[in-house]
Structures are given as structure tokens and as C-alpha cells.
């Protein structure tokens, strides 16, 4: 039977239809502005992919924190978005049953159900992107926490003296080991002299150097761009220590832009996590491995949520 | 029926007997040195409270990296124990079924079962004393991780360029908000002339200064000793704040030897948490309690992994 997923970002929503697993049909439209807009707009794309009273269910991965009764109460990239009740309004435009949850906790279920993480019943998925996301299984099912916030993990400080992040906190993990993270330590490393040909890509301004500039340098085998890709991977591997120190999980999963980088980026992650986790001789190696359904990974899991033989379902 | 719950510490062995969950006989010993001679003492001591073939079964909290079968990995408070399969060893001595699990784990389902934490099924002990140990209960269970080495919470960095750590790391989170992490405050305070009454219960000495000597001017009275509790409570927050963006839990529970200092140190606590959880303001308040079982909540929390009706037995 046919289920849908939605992934609402802040720029774009995409819908999937899957079928056995599969995705069998999807669809984008670009995010409105406005609840109001934003509700039809996740109807009409749910719809579009054939959501109706005789599928199974929708459900919507929404950026920010969703409680356990699908309302939206806090979502920093969705301007003018409070306390909005998305599982209702949408039951009420679709006339079937809607889950709402976190749009990360979507797609680590999404990458346990059909990417990366299938195997895997304590693993986490990390999105390193503009900023850090984050979704938790554990002991196979879905960790959500008392009202649905669990997984915001990129907001764990890690440096109290670090640079100011948008939440209000200094230091955030997602300060150091993101896209903008990157691009400062490239910063750094252009002032200081030990990035010409990254420096060269920015046509030669250190404060036009940005994390793309890394990564192409890297691709093209330059040492001083691994360098600073080494550099990320430590920050990545000290928010991952923290984790696994916290949770024992067999696998992180990392997905996001910067894992475009490829192994470039994960062998230092993973050189850099094997020094910084306690008692890690005395562990079962942690395998860290990229995210295999890319930008479809939400929308995926969002379907998943209707997965039968766990419940998942919201309380 | 009897249930028995062990807990071994570094220095002492406390067993308890369980029956309709009150502690009806204990006794405890000290903590010998090698392998044969601690499995000895662990099942003597389990036997001086009733521990025996008609007994539902022996539970035992122990300290370092225990594996989900009630083998000891890593202890490091135990000289010369390495890889000992204490829950094999505990069952040949005693004749009934042992379970094994970590002692912060334990402390956490004692409190859970029995303690502060009752009522809550997402919440996480912290116990605050030369270091910090930690056990999390998510949706009603113990969150074991797959090894069985979830909660090594004092072990989260929290600023890169801080403190050596006996664990290799530095700047982990029991560098600061632990009796240790309160002594570096204290000294510092000292030098710098911020806690003349503190200096006084030290002789004098800034280098003499300890946590117990901020608690005891504190206690009556002394500002300056105040001011510097408050700074140990931010540490405390910050740790607080990056596991409740993790886990979303209800409630906290704090335990160990610094929070006999009680709310003069569980206010400046609450306060800074409050400034530190991202989005705190669209969240229910989390609640930040001491727990209430004393020395009793390891041993208590072993015994409890018999309690029926939830599955918590190691995999």
C-alpha cells in the first residue's frame, strides 16, 4: 500500500510516494511564506503524489521542534511559523491520517529503513550542512524525547568560548563542524598563509574564502586543503565522541553537504574519533559511513513513519 | 520475593535485599584487590543478605564498561580488573541468576523505581561527585546502548583547550562540574582574592583551597562563596543543557557528594540552564531535582533490574 512523505525545508518541499520501499512517485514545490500558504502548499504536494483518503497516511518531516502532537512550536527557519498544528490542519485538507515529526528524526528513520543505517538498531544519523541535524535510534526504535525535541544535537556546546551561534548559546558543536564552520577554519588558514590554492579559488581575498573553495582545492589533491578538511574532521569526530561516550551506537551515519567531500573528510573523522573516545580499545569498532539517500533521506523516513511492527507513531 | 542488589565501588561493596521494593537487610564491605578475591567478596557480601538459589535473582552495579553479557571491559577504578565476566563467575558462586550492568546505570533505575526520578519515564541521573557518572531512562527504559556502555556523560568535551583528563581527553565535562572541577574554581577564587572565608577554612593556603571548604562557607553564609558555587552550577547547566537538546528529558536527577550543597547549588543550576537550553522558552520546564536515595541508589538499581514488567535485562 501506498504511503507519502513530505520533507518541508526552508526553501523547498519535497513529496515522495513509496510503494514496497520504493519511491514510486514525488514531487517539489518551493516554501511559501505564511502558515497559511505553507499548509496548502504541503497538501497540494502530498496530494500531488497521490495522498488521499485511500493511502495509508502522509507524513511531514518539518524543520524545528514538533511535539509528539504533531504541532510546530519552534521553527527558527520557517519566519512567522509558532505553535502551528500541522498534523491537524493537514488531516483536515487531506481527510487521512497525518505523522508530523522533526525533519532529521525523518530522515535518520528514512536512512534505517532504507539507506545507510538498515542493520543498525543503535546508530545516528548527522545532517552537516549549514548548520548540524541530528536523529536518534536507539535499541531499534525512534528516540524522541518527552515532547518530540530529542536530536538537537548540534547545539551541544562544545568550546563555551567559542563564536556566537544563532540559538543564543556560544560554541554550539554546529559552529565548528558545519559548511560554516568550514569555511572559517579556511578563513584561518588563507590569513595565516597555509592555503594558497584555496586562496587562489576565492580570487585571492581571505574573507571571500568559503568552504566550496576547500573542497574543490581537496578534489584537486591539494595538501593544504586536506589539511584543512583534517581540521573539520576533528571537530566532526569530537561532536561524535561526545555521542557515542553518551549513547554506545554501532554506526553514525553522516549525511549533509559536506559529505560530498567524500572520504576526504571521513578518513580524518574517523582517524580523529578513534583518538578522542573513551576507552575506544576496549570498544567494537564504531563504523562511520556516509547517508545514501541524499536530499530524499526526510521525505523518505516521513513515509516510513508508517512503517507497521514498530511503533513509532507519535503518543 | 527477595531480590538482592550489589553495588561495587571502588573502595566499599554495599549489598542490599529487596522485597515489594523496600530495603529490608544490607550489609557492606570493603573492596578487595584482584579478580578472584572481588568475586569472592561479591558474593559473600550478596550472600549475607539472602542472595542464594531461592532468591529471584542477584543484580550488580559496577563501575567502567560493562558489556550487555555482565562482562567488565574496562574499569578504571579497579586496579588489575580487565575483561572479568562477573555476571559467568557470579552465578557459579551463587547458583541463581546475576545480572550485571554499570553502577551510574543502576544508580539511575534505582532512583527511577524507587527515588526521585519516579514518574518520569525520560530522565537522566547525574551523579556529581569526583567525577560524573550518568544513567539514562528514555520512554520508561534504560537506554543501554549496543555494548551496554551508554551514559559515559562525563566524558562529553566541553571546551577542547580545558583540563587534562585521567581518560586522555581533555576538557571533558567532569573537569569541571565535579568536587574536582570545584576545587580549580575555588583556588582560582583564592588567588585572585574573590573568597577571603574560603581562604580562612584552608589555612591560608590558595593552593589548599577544596570543594569542601566552598560548601562549608557557603553553608554560612559567605558570598564570596556563593559567587563561586554559581560558577560550579553553570558548568553543571552546560552539561545539562547539551544532554537535554540530546534527549529531551522531563527531568534531571542529581546525585553524588556536591549536591549535598544543596539548593545553594541546584538554584544557580537551574538559573543557568534555563539560559542555555536552546529554545527553552517553547519547551515545558524541565525539572532539575536531588535525588534521594543517597548510597543506596546503586545497589537499590541492581536489585530493581529484576523488577517484572518491563524488560531491562541485558540482551
Redesign the interface.
Known amino acids: 500500500m501506498r504511503t507519502v512523505g513530505v520533507d518541508l525545508g526552508g526553501t523547498k518541499c519535497l513529496a515522495v510516494a513509496l510503494e514496497g520501499g520504493t519511491v514510486v512517485d514525488e514531487c517539489r514545490v518551493q516554501t511559501p511564506v505564511g502558515e497559511t500558504a505553507l499548509l496548502d502548499a504541503l497538501a497540494d504536494v502530498a496530494t500531488s503524489v497521490g495522498a488521499g483518503p485511500d493511502v495509508l497516511g502522509v507524513g511531514v518531516g518539518v524543520p524545528g521542534?514538533v511535539d509528539r502532537g504533531g504541532v510546530l512550536?519552534?521553527a527558527p527557519n520557517l519566519p512567522g511559523v509558532v505553535d502551528l498544528d500541522i498534523k491537524a490542519e493537514l488531516e483536515l485538507r487531506l481527510g487521512g491520517q497525518v505523522r508530523v515529526d522533526n525533519d532529521a528524526t525523518c530522515a535518520a528513520w528514512g536512512e534505517r529503513q532504507a539507506g545507510a543505517a538498515q542493520g543498525y538498531?543503535?546508530v545516528i544519523l548527522v545532517t552537516l550542512g549549514t548548520g548540524i541535524g541530528?536523529g536518534?535510534v536507539?535499541?531499534g526504535?525512534l528516540?524522541?524525547?518527552?515532547?518530540?525535541?530529542?536530536?538537537?544535537?548540534g547545539?551541544?556546546?562544545?568550546?563555551?568560548?567559542g563564536p556566537d551561534c544563532p540559538?543564543?548559546?556560544r560554541g554550539c558543536w554546529e559552529r565548528f563542524a558545519s559548511g560554516s564552520g568550514l569555511g572559517r577554519l579556511a578563513q584561518q588558514a588563507a590569513a595565516e598563509g597555509r592555503a594558497a590554492q584555496v586562496l587562489a579559488l576565492a580570487g585571492g581575498d581571505p574573507a571571500r574564502v568559503r568552504g566550496e573553495h576547500v573542497t574543490a582545492a581537496a578534489a584537486e589533491g591539494d595538501l593544504e586543503a586536506h589539511a584543512v578538511l583534517a581540521q573539520l574532521g576533528w571537530w566532526v569526530a569530537?561532536g561524535l565522541?561526545?555521542?557515542a561516550?553518551?549513547?554506545?551506537?554501532?554506526a553514525f551515519v553522516l549525511g549533509g553537504g559536506l559529505v560530498e567531500a567524500g572520504e576526504l573528510l571521513l578518513d580524518p573523522v574517523r582517524a580523529a574519533f578513534g583518538q578522542?573516545l573513551?576507552?575506544a580499545s576496549?570498544?567494537?569498532a564504531v563504523a562511520i559511513v556516509p547517508a545514501t539517500l541524499g536530499e530524499h533521506a526526510g521525505a523518505i523516513g516521513a513515509a516510513c513513519l508508517f512503517d507497521i511492527g514498530r511503533e513509532i507513531a507519535p503518543a
Open positions: 521542534l512550536r519552534f538498531d543503535d541530528g536518534i536507539a535499541g526504535a528516540l524522541r524525547g518527552a515532547n518530540g525535541f530529542a536530536g538537537e544535537i547545539h551541544m556546546v562544545v568550546d563555551p568560548d540559538c543564543g548559546q569530537l565522541a561526545n555521542l561516550n553518551v549513547f554506545d551506537p554501532q578522542l573513551t576507552g576496549h570498544r567494537p
